[in-house]
C-alpha cells in the first residue's frame, strides 16, 4: 500500500474543502467570477515570477511564488466549474 502525503499549506485545505462541495448557486458562481488578484499581487506574482526566471529567487521567496501559483490554479477551476453552472442554468454572468 502507498502511503501519500498530502499538503497542509492554508491554499491546499482550502481547495480540498471547496472541492468538497458540490453544490452551487447563481450567487455563489457570480462571486466566485467576481474573484480576482488585487494589482499589488499581480505586481508581486510578476516581481517573484521575473526573479524566478533568472534564477535570483531565494527560498521564501518562491515558496511564495508557488502559494500565488496553486490559489491561482485553484481561482481558475472555481470560476470554470461557476462558468459551466451559469451555462447550464442558463444564466449568464455579469460583466466584471
Known sequence: MQITQTRNTESAILARLIQSRT???SHVAEYLLSLDFEPEDVDR??????????GEIPPEEEAGLDSYIYVGNLLAIMQSNARVYLRTQKVSPSPR
Open 23 to 25: 453544490e452551487i448557486d
Open 45 to 54: 506574482i510578476n516581481l517573484l515570477a521575473a526573479r524566478s526566471r533568472d
